[in-house]
């Protein structure tokens, strides 16, 4: 791309330049899924070629009409910039090029090259000597600034940085204390990263931080599990892995599939527009209950909570391996086959061993059960052919047919719901299976007050989790090469075993927060989690600096971490900015009307978060006073959000509703009231008319 280095004008003009170079981009992958559906060739081939051109054609569309660069690094002339020794390279979230076989006129941010502008420092510069980072308002390029890395060191406010501003970009600042003190901040960056935000979530490839680029570029082989304090990044990190994973390993991850699992709907929905902007559009993104609730057993029912804790104790899957397996019984007969005028024989002794062998070798039930079938085949085949007789395919169909009652009789077939359904419906096999592994009081609660049939089964959420397991037991199924699992904290063991199922052959990335568990069995201890999930190697890495979340908000939500009873560090805002304010009040209706009125007059969204029980009073109270609402999941700028939906999302202004009740409407209360009050990146404002809980007590208003 050469080294010389532009003035504002000549960046707009580039900018310019860029943009519609990837319009014709954009035009010419859809025309050649025009001439693509034309392709001669087999099937398979067309069709493949299809997929792949109808996927670049979306990615490239995808795009949108965002900035076409967010950065530029320039290297200098001597040998520690080897390669790329006096080049400049532009950086996007997209590989854009104007002719094949010139260089492209933006780099994609996950390229090798890319590296050196996330990581590189005064310190280790890496061959850099200019690090330019782009300010915009929507498309239009506001100014740069430029960041000399092999200068010696500024102290703060003292001319580390040049910049040419249209608009005003900001100062030249540096990082929090701690690990991050010294390292200079761009103006663009700080602004960057303090944006209000209003809709879904957005991507960060403009302003990650070099201990999240380590995480983000970390193989595909390595498992790794991220404590994130709240407004760390943790789920940006998970993502941007996603997508850069997707790029260096594309062929390989394309054909076992990359699988995102978020807490709920709404956060899913929040997220839902990163990848697609990173030109990722092939990955799946659900919930755990939807991953595995099929739609041959639609939830129809709930449990009770003692029911619901039991079910996803790991000790259930013990209980289902063994109420399968009792139902394998030991030969009693041998084996007979009439064959014309011969007829085949396989002594009971023999067929005895087969059944044990295939029991100690099956890694599932119903492969245990096809091996016998096969072996059993097999020895007839060798009496067959020691008569001279030809064994063809249908020979050997028609002896598989003809051993199979004989199988069913000590190795019967069973399906997943059909076992889960005897066992629910069934105290005694109940009993049976879970002697000593459950109490009495335990498997009471689990027990259905009547026996059900499989088609009329009233299943529940819980149920979906055996019903997975039980599948498990039965038959293997496929897996995914990478899967991302976001608030892992709150998985169940059994949740985790599911995972761990699907993942067997490939790596995970496991996010979440200790802090932040608020299900019955949510983990204290990653360790014991990452056991369940099945990497019980896997790295452990603890993001503690915050930055979306402002350091007044976090001051507040500190205070409560000595009560959850767990071990994370407290969380450090990279911000000094932040308004906190602590109301109370003999109205709440009334005062959260004003509040919300007064955050309409400023820039972003708004959350009011408040107990689940009273949403719907908040929401006739604000709608009768010409304030429109939209749901969690919902685009608009004020958002009525029960407590149990907040985790993982975020608003620029956030009005908690009553902290106390909060905390009563669960048994991990206190951590609900962690993750409400941390969904603000800017303001804070707490209305109560209770007492506050005691762990807030010396909050100033």
Not at 275 to 299: F, R
Not at 417 to 422: K, V
Not at 473 to 492: C, F, K, M, N
Not at 572 to 581: E, I, K, Q, T, Y
């Amino acid at each position: 791309m050469g080294g010389r280095m532009r003035g504002l004008d000549g960046e707009r003009e580039y900018a310019e330049r860029c943009r519609l170079a990837l319009q014709a981009m954009i035009a010419g992958a859809r025309e050649n899924v025009v001439v693509g559906e034309l392709t001669w060739g087999d099937r398979y081939t067309a069709e493949r070629l299809g997929y792949y051109l109808r996927s670049l054609a979306q990615e490239l569309g995808d795009e949108g009409t965002g900035p076409p660069f967010f950065g530029l690094i320039g290297y200098g002339d001597d040998d520690t910039a080897g390669e790329h020794r006096n080049q400049t390279y532009y950086l996007g979230r997209r590989h854009i090029s104007d002719a094949i076989g010139r260089p492209p006129l933006v780099i994609d941010w996950r390229a090798p090259v890319s590296t050196s502008f996330y990581r590189a420092s005064p310190t280790d510069p890496r061959g850099i000597t200019t690090r330019r980072r782009f300010g915009w308002s929507t498309e239009t390029l506001t100014g740069y600034e430029d960041e000399h890395l092999t200068r010696r060191p500024h102290p703060p406010g003292a001319g580390g940085q040049e910049s040419e501003h249209g608009a005003d970009a900001g100062s030249d600042a540096t990082a929090a204390d701690g690990a991050d003190a010294g390292r200079v901040v761009s103006g663009i960056l700080r602004a960057e990263i303090e944006r209000p935000r209003v809709g879904p979530m957005r991507d960060i490839v403009a302003t990650i931080q070099p201990e999240q680029d380590l995480l983000v570029r970390a193989e595909l082989d390595e498992s790794l599990c991220v404590q994130g304090a709240p407004g760390t990044g943790k789920t940006a990190v998970g993502l941007h892995r996603a997508a850069y994973l997707l790029y260096v390993h594309r062929a390989r991850l394309q054909r076992n599939g990359v699988l995102v699992l978020g807490p709920n709907r709404a956060f899913l929905h929040y997220i839902s527009a990163v990848l697609p902007t990173l030109g990722e559009v092939d990955v799946e993104q659900t919930t755990i209950e939807e991953l595995l609730t099929g739609e041959q057993h639609p939830i129809r029912s709930t449990d009770d909570p003692g029911a619901v804790e039991t079910k996803h104790d790991k000790r259930m899957a013990e209980v289902l391996r063994r109420a399968l397996y009792s139902r394998i019984q030991t030969p009693e007969d041998a084996v007979v086959v009439p064959d014309s005028s011969y007829r085949w024989r396989v002594n009971q002794y023999e067929f005895e061993q087969m059944v044990d062998d295939a029991r100690q070798e099956a890694t599932a039930y119903l492969l245990g059960r096809e091996r016998v079938i096969s072996r059993l085949v097999a020895a007839l085949q060798r009496q067959a052919e020691a008569r001279g007789q030809n064994c063809n395919g249908n020979w050997l169909r028609k002896m598989g047919r003809a051993v199979t009652p004989a199988v069913d009789a000590v190795w019967p077939a069973v399906k997943a719901d059909e076992l889960l359904a005897g066992l629910l419906s069934d105290p005694t096999a109940l009993a049976t299976a879970a002697d000593g592994i459950l109490t009495e009081d335990e498997q009471a609660a689990i027990s259905w007050k009547r026996a059900r049939k499989p088609k009329s089964a009233l299943w529940t959420a819980a149920d979906a989790v055996l019903l997975d397991e039980a599948s498990a037991l039965l038959e293997r199924g496929p897996t995914y090469g990478h899967v991302i699992i976001d608030e892992a904290q709150d998985l169940s063991p059994m949740q985790c075993r599911a995972i761990a199922r699907r993942s067997e052959h490939g790596s995970i990335t496991v996010l979440g927060d200790l802090a932040q568990g608020t299900t019955p069995w949510a983990t204290r201890d990653w360790p014991a989690q990452l056991a369940h999930l099945g990497k019980p190697d896997s790295q452990v890495v603890a993001l503690t600096t915050g930055y979306r979340v402002p350091a007044a908000v976090v001051e507040v939500a500190n205070r409560l971490l000595g009560n959850l009873g767990i071990d994370v560090p407290p969380t450090r805002s990279f911000r000094s900015d932040g308004r906190l304010s602590i109301q109370r009040t003999s109205d709440l209706a009334k005062t959260c009307t004003e509040a919300v009125r007064a955050a309409l007059t400023e820039e972003g969204s708004i959350g009011v978060i408040a107990a689940d029980e009273a949403i719907d009073h908040l929401r006739t109270t604000l709608h009768d006073d010409g304030i429109d609402t939209i749901e969690a999941d919902g685009d608009g700028r004020v958002a009525l959000v029960p407590a149990a939906l907040a985790k993982g999302l975020e608003y620029d202004h956030v009005i908690v509703i009553e902290p106390a009740a909060i905390v009563e409407a669960e048994p991990r209360g206190l951590n609900r009231l962690y993750v409400v009050l941390t969904r603000a990146v800017s303001r804070l404002d707490v209305l109560h008319s209770r007492a506050l809980p005691p762990e807030l007590d010396g909050t100033k208003a």
